[in-house]
């Protein structure tokens, strides 16, 4: 048997609500800031998140944090959790679209128009809300781009052709 270091958290949130005069928005947010932070008056808001690993590393009483000993955390025990997965079945997208695990956005893109969208299979993972895009190459074959997070595509039957990215 193997010993591994394991750092596990959970996200859990504190409020605290004060009321400041301001001229403006950002005076009023500068000011709530500086006034919550001298507050003695903080309290649960009673929620917290699933509990993921933060870093990890073999051996007992180790530093996972250890750029030389840290393991890398598989997506699914990370708080982001795994990536959404969007299925996407012709005869040519948008025909059917599927999310499962989380929030994407997607993008059509063919040379009459451009289609965005949002589309849910909730919850979502915090802070990944990837844009998909696809778009038809020279060849008719799709085109699948992924920006700001990640997601697992699977295109089916676009014009009897069967991609996965």
């Known amino acids: 048997m193997t010993w591994y270091t394991v750092q596990a958290s959970y996200p859990t949130w504190y409020a605290n609500t004060v009321s400041v005069e301001a001229e403006t928005l950002e005076e009023a947010l500068e000011k709530a800031i500086e006034a919550t932070n001298d507050d003695p008056n903080w309290k649960s808001v009673d929620h917290c998140g699933p509990t993921h690993v933060d870093a990890c590393c073999m051996g007992r009483d180790e530093?996972?944090?250890?750029?030389?000993?840290?393991?890398?955390?598989?997506?699914?025990?990370?708080e982001k959790g795994e990536p959404p997965v969007v299925t996407l079945t012709g005869p040519r997208p948008p025909g059917v679209v599927e999310v499962t695990r989380?929030?994407?956005?997607?993008?059509?893109?063919?040379?009459?128009?451009?289609?965005?969208?949002?589309?849910?299979?909730?919850?979502?993972?915090?802070?990944?809300?990837?844009?998909?895009?696809?778009?038809?190459?020279?060849?008719?074959?799709?085109?699948?781009?992924?920006?700001?997070?990640?997601?697992?595509?699977r295109v089916q039957g676009w014009e009897g052709i069967d991609h996965a990215q």
Do not use: Q
């Open 63 to 78: 530093d996972p944090w250890d750029d030389g000993k840290s393991l890398p955390v598989p997506a699914r025990f990370t």
């Open 102 to 153: 989380g929030t994407v956005h997607l993008r059509f893109v063919d040379p009459a128009a451009t289609v965005t969208t949002e589309v849910s299979d909730p919850p979502p993972p915090p802070g990944n809300k990837p844009v998909v895009t696809v778009r038809p190459r020279p060849d008719r074959a799709p085109e699948v781009e992924v920006v700001g997070g990640k997601a697992i595509v």
